[in-house]
Nanobody, 122 residues
Framework: VQLQASGGGLVQPGGSLRLSCASSAGALNDNALGWFRQAPGKEREAVSC????????YYVDSVKGRFTISRDIAKNTVYLEMTSLKPEDTAVYYCAVRYTRCSVHAISYNAWGQGTLVTVSS
């Protein structure tokens, strides 16, 4: 599985960004896709995840109500819509896949994209 994350950039507090994770064909059929982030000096954190069946999704408490994960099977792409961004959302965001169900444990994911930098600053 190959993953390509994009959509990061510089945004002011309160602004919005949409991250995309393009995957190789068929990768989303059997795999859950998670978004993780890592800020300087901090551990990688699970932000959101969507399962292979469009079933339960996961959001870390700090982004609930502000971030929305979705996927377009036809385009082999998962999106993370981020609104009301805060300086503490600043991090490199990574997408990753694992078989079927979501997990917050990064070690359980077996393929990773290269990361896209999100900077929230005035």
């Amino acid at each position: 599985v190959q993953l390509q994350a994009s959509g990061g950039g510089l945004v002011q507090p309160g602004g919005s960004l949409r991250l995309s994770c393009a995957s190789s064909a068929g990768a989303l059929n059997d795999n859950a896709l998670g978004w993780f982030r890592q800020a300087p000096g901090k551990e990688r954190e699970a932000v959101s995840c969507i399962s292979n069946t469009d079933g339960p999704t996961y959001y870390v408490d700090s982004v609930k109500g502000r971030f929305t994960i979705s996927r377009d099977i036809a385009k082999n792409t998962v999106y993370l819509e981020m609104t009301s961004l805060k300086p503490e959302d600043t991090a490199v965001y990574y997408c990753a896949v694992r078989y079927t169900r979501c997990s917050v444990h990064a070690i359980s994911y077996n393929a990773w994209g290269q990361g896209t930098l999100v900077t929230v600053s005035s």
